[in-house]
């Protein structure tokens, strides 16, 4: 059985398929934990004094990072191995064919903007909170401490360019889930014609929410920069 | 009507190919695509030149064998219809109409416009059958069929084995032709009892004869001449990897 999740076409869309769907469900919890630092700020540090470098968060780092690892090296060998089959001669005239949409047929290049989006986010919040704890220190490199999530989120949305960069990054983020979504549904077989127009739906609807959700925490800490008062009170 | 050809030519599998360009004149609206191309190669033999290889059959859309990418598209323009069904009322006057092989790897060119299909015939041989003692025709009505069972069935054995959708795929993905192929089978009492080794061996073979993997796009579907639903893909999944568990 391990064989046909590496070596079949069916198995490896399998794997891409169930660690999809593991990503996604850590996005959703990643977005609800930071909907915490609009509504408290002291709330959102409670939960990453409570995640920190504890051996659940530790474990739960690994698990991730080895989910997103594997979907990468997954999505390079399926996509090398498509290049091949498409054969050197290439059509000459190629029109977009009715009813397939453009996030379908860029998977991996909406992968390689997400994955350049995780590398900049780690050196902005994991290196400067729990790596900072596991290295046993207590402040980071900007004078914060590990655990106060909220002032990293304030410090880094008062540029503007991480507003951008980041903006552009959940919005890849979408393309991939709407298409995604509904992929890991089909590619476990759990699909049909009925439920195709459900399936994008749900795709549509849970990446509008990410994308909102996590834009909106962005958009408010960089509202929040620009007021002349700390703290957003005026 | 006028149309201007742009035609690929190549003398062999092993020669480089390019294209070429034909006029063809007077050519009536309701001329079909393919009756254009006899023009066009009935032209050719009169001026000495060598005609355009094509393949061709049935003229009606049920043997497969056309295949030509026409301006961009798997059978041209119109959806659900191969190439020997489209007529030249769906181009304009004056166009100018590119005209590709099929383009995979898995598909090599043999001359000009015509391709080895070879590699779909393998994967039927590998397993899209139904093993049965050849006796007496049995009644029809012996084994009862829910009727949406046979309807689902029909739809998938409407595959005409054409290869447009490896050919429309930006994978080169034999995944609609093969899901079809078990999804007739897998639909109907008589075919289920060889769903699992069905499945393993037909996907089997895809892979090695270098197919791409699938990656949902759903382009095989809009370009299927006989509107092939990307639902029996589903089904193919849902059979192999049962069957994979069930190892």
Known sequence: MSCFLSNSSLGKKLVMSITGCFLVLFILFHMSMNITAIISPEGYNAICEFLGANWYALAGTLVLAAGVVVHFIYAVVLTLENYKARGSQRYAVTVKEPNVSWASKNMLVLGFIILGGLLIHLFNFWAKMQLVEIMGEHTNSLGFGPADGAALIAYTFSHWYYVVIYLVWFLALWFHLTHGIWSMFQTAGWANDTWYPRLKCIANVVATIVFLGFAAVVIVYFIQSLCPCNGGAC | ?247
């Open chain 2, 1 to 247: 009507m006028n149309f201007t050809l742009k035609i690929w030519r190549q003398k062999d599998a092993k020669s480089k190919g390019g294209f070429e360009t034909y006029k063809v004149e007077n050519i009536s609206a309701d001329t079909s695509f393919l009756e254009m191309l006899d023009i066009l190669n009935n032209n050719l033999v009169h001026e000495g030149k060598e005609p355009v290889a094509f393949d061709h059959d049935c003229r009606e859309g049920i043997c497969g064998m056309c295949s030509l990418h026409i301006n961009g598209l798997a059978h041209g323009p119109g959806q659900g219809a191969t190439t020997c069904q489209i007529y030249m009322r769906k181009f304009r006057d004056g166009e100018t109409i590119t005209i590709e092989p099929w383009r995979s790897a898995a598909f090599p060119v043999i001359k000009d416009l015509v391709v080895n299909r070879g590699a779909y015939d393998r994967i039927l041989q590998a397993g899209g059958f139904v093993s049965v003692r050849t006796n007496s025709v049995p009644d029809a009505n012996a084994i009862p069929i829910p009727k949406a069972d046979a309807d689902e069935s029909m739809d998938a054995a409407a595959c005409i084995g054409c290869g447009a959708c490896a050919a429309t795929c930006k994978n080169g993905s034999a995944m609609l032709f093969v899901a079809a192929r078990v999804s007739s089978l897998a639909k109907l009492p008589q075919g289920r009892v060889e769903g699992a080794r069905r499945a393993k061996a037909m996907v089997a073979k895809m892979d090695e004869l270098g197919f791409g993997n699938c990656t949902n796009t759903g382009a095989c579907q809009a370009e299927c001449p006989k509107s092939i639903s990307i639902a029996h893909i589903a089904r193919l999944n849902r059979e192999f990897l049962s069957a994979k568990f069930e190892d």
